[in-house]
């Protein structure tokens, strides 16, 4: 069965940092891929996203902070968070698809079920 799962969340300190990672199961390549955020009472929005020719695009609160990249022999998609702030605390999912298309919050094929990252002030 295909899936991606998500793993890395955890309780840090602010100004500390994460690296959540993606892995998708054999049965697809990643084509586009991306790492969307959820935080109680909000709407889930995109933290960052990457094409499948390494390509990447962030929400505009990242400031330089996120590093999405992928492993295309592990297909696999990691997240390096720094300098999180207690803002950034949420459910973090990971998303992805064969195609290799930009693709809206609506749009992927295969989520994962979410790690959830909190950031301590």
């Known amino acids: 069965q295909a899936r991606v799962v998500e793993s890395g969340g955890g309780l840090v300190q602010a100004g500390g940092s994460l690296r959540l990672s993606c892995v998708a199961s054999?049965?697809?390549?990643?084509?586009?891929s991306g790492w969307y955020r959820q935080a109680p009472g909000k709407q889930r929005e995109l933290v960052a996203s990457i094409t499948n020719t390494d390509s990447t695009e962030y929400g505009d609160f990242v400031k330089g902070r996120f590093t999405i990249s992928r492993d295309h022999d592990k297909n696999t998609v990691y997240l390096q968070m720094n300098d999180l702030e207690p803002a950034d605390t949420a459910v973090y999912y990971c998303?992805?698809?064969?195609?290799?298309?930009?693709?809206?919050?609506?749009?992927?094929?295969?989520w994962g079920q979410g790690t959830q990252v909190t950031v301590s002030s």
């Open positions: 054999d049965i697809f390549s990643i084509g586009f």
């Open positions: 998303a992805a698809d064969r195609s290799v298309l930009r693709l809206g919050l609506h749009e992927y094929e295969y």
